[in-house]
């Protein structure tokens, strides 16, 4: 499985983004998807997660309310809506699926990542 990232860019904080991971092949409608992020010296961290259906999502409680995880099965995408950034959001945000059809913190597959930079 491939997945490939994108939506990333500079932007002020108060912005918004969309962010788009994309994946090959005909089992995507079978994973749990999720989005985490790495900022420069920190460990990456889970910040949105759907699983297979996009019935259950998780986020994680620095960005409830302003991130929104869905996904398209039908275009093999998930997306992540990203709202009233802030400059602690800069970070490379990388997708990420997982066979089991939920998020874990070692999921099977990940894309290459996008950047993500807010200023002040």
């Known amino acids: 499985v491939q997945l490939q990232a994108s939506g990333g860019g500079l932007v002020q904080a108060g912005d918004s983004l969309r962010l788009s991971c994309t994946a090959s092949g005909r089992a995507f409608r079978s994973y749990g998807m999720g989005w985490f992020r790495q900022a420069p010296g920190k460990e990456r961290e889970l910040v949105a997660a759907t699983n297979w259906s996009g019935g259950n999502t998780f986020y994680a409680d620095s960005v409830k309310g302003r991130f929104t995880i869905s996904r398209d099965n039908a275009k093999n995408t998930v997306y992540l809506q990203v709202n009233s950034l802030k400059p602690e959001d800069t970070a490379v945000y990388y997708c990420?699926?997982?066979?089991?059809?939920?998020?874990?913190?070692?999921?099977?597959?990940w894309g290459q990542g996008t950047q993500v930079t807010v200023s002040s």
């Open positions: 990420a699926a997982d066979r089991s059809g939920y998020i874990s913190t070692y999921p099977d597959y």
